[in-house]
């Protein structure tokens, strides 16, 4: 059977054909966005060790930059990298899940703008929003390594607290940072083959215990295991000298440990 040509058709039915045409044309594209992405993020495999790329740093709860734009400095200035503190949405007290929007975008602006690889540190409950984007994200094939301060990977008992003596006061990150939180029981273990450190001090009161930082898989270091006399507390982590010395270490090239005495952590 021979089509008549387009030339043939009425208006209406050219109109017609037009509008087919664009959406298979529409419908490709968006099979080529869904299969190659469209920030070039990767999706398999994982980031070479060997081509350090930006470093991202997500906050904390509530959102405070001041301390990590401190820590964010260090970093370019001894390794002339790309580094961006992260602004999370609202304070920062709000879903999590929101903030791991916020990092995934940001991994796309750094794919996008040719990144070979990123690293991602997390300080305090901004580390978990880094394991949520590692766990939702496939963040395995897109971070060369990951980094945690403090973190309440195991939720944290002032949560808990805060719940019962002033249920109104704790916003949904509160809930969330809860010890046996529906969010925190749906977290899986951390991707075999991903360098991950976490570091916390043991005079934390503000994720309580300190050790709900520990991860399996990851190399953890209590602070004062490797600088006895070190008082940091919560809030000092990310300026402290030698979590500064551990933070430049861990995002060298070297493969990941734990340091052995406090002298290989001078910054």
Request: proline letters at 9%; hydrophobic letters at 40%.
């Amino acid at each position: 059977m021979r089509w008549p040509g387009v030339r043939g058709l009425s208006p209406r039915r050219r109109l017609l054909v037009a509008g087919v045409a664009l959406a298979v044309v529409a419908a490709g594209v968006v099979a080529a966005v869904s299969v190659g992405g469209s920030s070039g993020v990767p999706r398999a495999g994982s980031p070479p060790q060997d081509t350090p790329g930006p470093v991202l740093l997500v906050p904390g709860y509530g959102g405070g930059r001041d301390s990590l734009e401190q820590l964010a400095g260090r970093i370019h200035r001894e390794t002339g990298r790309d580094t961006e503190v992260l602004t999370l949405a609202g304070d920062g007290t709000g879903d999590l899940l929101q903030q791991v929007d916020v990092l995934t975008h940001a991994v796309e602006r750094a794919y996008a703008g040719g990144a070979p690889s990123v690293d991602v540190i997390g300080y305090s409950a901004g580390g978990v929003v880094a394991r949520l984007w590692v766990a939702r994200e496939g963040g395995e094939h897109q971070a060369r390594r990951v980094i945690t301060l403090g973190a309440p990977m195991h939720g944290t008992t002032l949560a808990t607290a805060g719940g019962v003596l002033a249920p109104g006061a704790c916003p949904t990150a509160c809930r969330q940072l809860t010890p046996g939180s529906a969010l925190l029981r749906q977290l899986p273990p951390i991707p075999p083959g991903l360098p991950w450190l976490s570091v916390w001090t043991r005079l934390d009161q503000t994720v309580t215990p300190p050790e709900s930082a520990r991860l399996d898989g990851a190399v953890n270091v209590a602070l004062q295991q490797v600088c006895p006399a070190d008082t940091a507390a919560h809030g000092d982590l990310p300026t402290d000298p030698a979590v500064t010395g551990l933070v430049l270490t861990a995002i060298g090239t070297a493969p990941l440990s734990a340091p052995a005495s406090c002298a290989d952590l001078s910054s």
